[in-house]
């Protein structure tokens, strides 16, 4: 592999704040590298764990979930369901032999963009430096 | 299936960063893509008849637009579709604007990015389904809870708009904290007079049904249908008998023995009494606790108010009464308690007795007060004063870093007040930044100065006695030096927090609630009376700490989202919810745990769940937990997220 490695990351956005959030960095035009691709969803609580683990099959080297602060969720609760969710998934992506860097949960308001687009680009950092998701390897090695 | 996509240029917010041409040469041809076309402004009047006539020409049954987010236009794109006979659950948005062009500086690679984002919303528009919005009728009424100023408010504006509204207080007498009060900064207008006439004409309005010494037990439904159990406590008194003429109170055996809560503890009361003179209804109350033929089953030979009445309305075997009601729309306008200083040990409330709170002091003011409104505290006229600021608020330590926004003005208020009775008094004001925001504020802290207040910046550290007197001790932070002060009367200017009951109405009506414990509103900025669960909004000092003319505001402001509401006789439920097939359901009540709102419900009978459709907000948490998959989150189904992201990698 000559060609430099760009990460590709799926990050699941709540409608309410980290999607909101993410709007704002670009009204500020705050900028970030391009490697997310963005799925909306009301809740962040709305993702299971077979929808993160269906990303790194398909060939994400990261997944990014962006959810309300605590005590800001939109439906009361959700994000603490998401934060034991997304946990409980980080150790069982670790026996999967899938650093659990690769999957990142942050809480961003709808009023910060400055952090949404620092965190993107940190993120896109760390997985820049971690390489090619393990599971990647398998699934282009098979092809 | 055919699906139109339209990308849009927005002026060159869009085309400058995203190479057009080429993400409409990639779109189209694309699984089920029937047409793909660009155009400089998609949301202009020229752009959405472009989609309407696709949509009637070609018979589209789905459509994309990729232009700004969807938290823009979403609304206004769904609504050209329905024009054009398309459902409008079947539009999708690609957001190529602020979360591509504007935040990336590659073309290639935003380009890149926009092709993703466009495969990855006609996957998903070709697995949306249509849906159906259901119309609920709505009930023509509304329940205040909570009848201080602010409940008040939306319960006269309400009730104004010819709607049937019923004002549920849990205290004997509507009023609130303002009915406590003698003056109101900054004008210094009689609390009393401006408030009494509010307070009768709730009482006479013919929409306006008053529910006083009572409580809201129970809630469920939703906007437009809400059913309320009310517990109306026994008052041990005919309301239809008692003339309010207080022959009983005198009577009482009790009289003058039992500390008064309106009082704040200074002044006191019998076992029947009313809270203020002025209170409405004009109806006594005899407190169970203290009652001694309530309590011990005997009062002397016969009771006295019993014997005194005669009306004869005493009725001591009166039973608490459950009332159901049905209402539209629901203003929560509990107010606030006042914070409780005995945490902040150092100043030494409780411990010394002539240190008190702001409240209290408030009652030595009035007239009707346990002073008749001399400023006598314990038996003697302060001529030494110290008034601490910030108690309870901006404290990170005790957990409250909110500023409680009213106290820096009532200590002027109240100082100014001292001031004038007490003419030769020394008053300190030790304060830690002056905050006088509102109308009129500036000028009336400047007034209360050059009457000779005297404020010092820097708070105090600590109260302590020593032979009999008070000492203060504090930092100027002005000068940079400690100093001390004697004090025969320290105010503490004790911040709001939210009523102990915000507890119980949070969790019967499912609201959420900011860091600093008060009712979250639906937006900070563009919602502030509005919450999170459709048909219920704020008023008043539930909110936040408020001075009586923003809880005012805010309760018009409440009453009139309430009208809006009531004034049509349909609303349409948003079909974005979850559904349960029962087939599958094992009924292991996962959902149940994990939904915020109560809305899976569990069938007895069939043992599994169902979802009450006006309930449910559509979060989804449920559908990702369910472990038999029996849950589908109607718009964001496992099928519908799963295609999105097998276009994006
Ligand atoms: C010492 C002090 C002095 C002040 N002086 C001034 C002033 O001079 N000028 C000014 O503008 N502001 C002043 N304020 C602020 C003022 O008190 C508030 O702005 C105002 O009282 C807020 O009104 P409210 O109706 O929101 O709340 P409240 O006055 O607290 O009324 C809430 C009502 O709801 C009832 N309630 C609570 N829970 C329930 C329940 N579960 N069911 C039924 N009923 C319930 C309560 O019994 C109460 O009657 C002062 C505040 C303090 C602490
Ligand atoms: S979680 Fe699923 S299976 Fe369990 S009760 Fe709810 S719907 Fe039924
Ligand atoms: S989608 Fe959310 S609100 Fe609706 S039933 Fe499920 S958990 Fe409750």
């Known amino acids: 592999m000559t060609e430099e490695f760009k990460p590709k990351i799926v990050g699941f956005l709540c409608n309410w704040c980290c999607y909101a959030g993410a709007d704002m960095a670009g009204t500020s035009r705050m900028k970030y590298p391009s490697n997310i691709r963005i799925i909306r969803v009301m809740c962040s609580s709305r993702i299971n764990t077979e929808m993160i683990i269906k990303a790194f099959q398909t060939g994400a080297d990261a997944v990014f979930i962006g959810g309300c602060h605590f005590g800001d969720c939109h439906y009361v609760d959700g994000n603490y369901r998401t934060k034991k969710r997304i946990d409980v998934l980080k150790r069982l992506l670790s026996h999967m032999g899938i650093e659990q860097e690769r999957l990142r949960l942050e809480w961003v308001s709808a009023a910060e963009g400055e952090k949404f687009s620092k965190t993107m680009a940190e993120f896109t950092d760390t997985i820049t430096s971690l390489g090619p998701s393990p599971l990647r390897e398998i699934k282009e090695e098979a092809i | ?649």
Request: aromatic fraction near 6%; charge should be negative.
């Open chain 2, 1 to 649: 299936m055919k699906v139109g996509v339209y990308i849009c240029h927005c002026g060159v917010n869009i085309a400058n960063m995203v190479d057009i041409p080429k993400v409409v040469e990639a779109i189209s041809g694309q699984t089920n893509v029937a047409v793909c076309k660009e155009y400089q402004y998609m949301c202009s009047d020229p752009g959405q008849n472009m989609i309407r006539k696709d949509i009637e020409d070609m018979g589209l049954d789905r459509v994309v637009v990729a232009a700004c987010s969807p938290r823009m236009h979403e609304p206004t794109f769904r609504a050209t579709v329905a024009d054009a006979g398309m459902n409008p659950y079947c539009f999708e948005m690609a957001n190529i604007r602020e979360q591509c062009s504007w935040v990336h500086e590659d073309k290639e690679e935003a380009t890149q990015k926009a092709i993703d984002l466009v495969k990855s919303s006609v996957a998903r528009a070709s697995l949306l389904e249509p849906l159906q919005s259901t119309e609920i009728p709505v009930t023509h009424s509304a329940l205040v809870i909570g009848g201080g100023i602010a409940g008040i408010q939306a319960a006269l504006d309400i009730a104004n708009s010819g709607f049937k509204t019923y004002l549920v207080e849990k205290e004997p007498s509507i009023g609130g904290r303002m009915a406590q009060f003698d003056k109101t900064f900054p004008t210094l207008d009689c609390a009393a007079c401006i408030l009494t006439p509010k307070m009768v004409d709730v009482a006479r309005h013919p929409n306006i049904d008053l529910l006083t010494y009572s409580e809201v037990e129970h809630i469920d439904g939703s906007i437009g249908n809400f059913h309320v159990q009310i517990k109306k406590k026994p008052r041990y008194v005919d309301p239809d008998l008692c003339t309010g003429c207080g022959l009983c109170a005198e009577a009482c055996r009790l009289k003058g023995r039992i500390s008064s809560e309106f009082d704040m503890g200074i002044g006191k009361r019998g076992a029947i009494y009313v809270p203020f003179p002025q209170a409405v209804p004009l109806l006594y109350t005899i407190d169970p606790e203290n009652c001694l033929l309530l309590k011990h089953g005997k009062c002397g030979k016969s009771p006295k108010c019993e014997d005194i009445c005669d009306p004869g309305a005493i009725r001591f075997d009166q039973e608490e009464e459950h009332i159901d009601i049905d209402v539209g729309a629901i203003v929560v306008a509990t107010g606030y308690n006042e914070f409780s200083p005995v945490v902040k040990e150092e100043y030494g409330y409780g411990k010394f007795k002539n240190v008190m709170t702001g409240l209290e002091l408030e009652r030595i003011f009035s007239p009707s007060g346990p002073t008749g409104g001399n400023p006598i505290i314990n038996g003697t006229e302060p001529k030494n004063i110290v008034f601490i600021s910030c108690v309870g608020s901006r404290d990170k330590r005790i957990g409250n870093p909110y500023c409680s926004r009213v106290c820096c003005m009532y200590i002027a208020k109240q100082a100014h007040l001292l001031k004038e009775k007490i003419p030769d008094a020394n008053i300190t004001v030790m304060y830690t930044d002056m905050r006088a925001f509102g109308k009129g504020y500036e000028e009336f802290y400047e007034r209360v100065q050059k009457e000779g207040i005297r404020y010092r910046r820097g708070n105090a550290a600590e109260v302590y006695e020593e032979d009999d007197l008070l000492f203060v001790r504090a930092e100027d932070t002005l000068l940079g030096e400690p100093y001390e002060l004697p004090a025969d009367l320290v105010v503490l200017g004790t911040g709001l927090v939210p009523s102990p009951d915000a507890d119980s109405i949070g969790q019967m009506l499912h609201l959420s609630r900011s860091a600093d414990k008060f009712f979250l509103e639906a937006h900070p900025k563009l919602r502030p009376v509005d919450t999170v669960i459709d048909g219920v909004f704020l008023a008043g000092a539930a909110q936040g700490p408020k001075d009586i003319p923003d809880s005012v505001a805010q309760a018009s402001g409440a009453a009139s989202h309430v009208v809006n509401l009531l004034v049509k006789e349909k609303i349409h439920a948003e079909p974005i919810i979850a559904e349960i097939n029962e087939d599958a359901c094992v009924g292991c009540k996962t959902c149940i745990v994990l939904c915020p709102y109560e809305a899976p419900l569990y069938d007895d009978e069939k043992k599994v769940v169902t979802i009450n459709r006006a309930v449910c907000k559509g979060c989804g948490s449920c559908a990702a937990a369910c472990p038999s998959g029996s849950i589908k989150m109607n718009h964001f189904k496992n099928e519908q997220i799963v295609a999105q992201i097998l276009e994006v990698i």
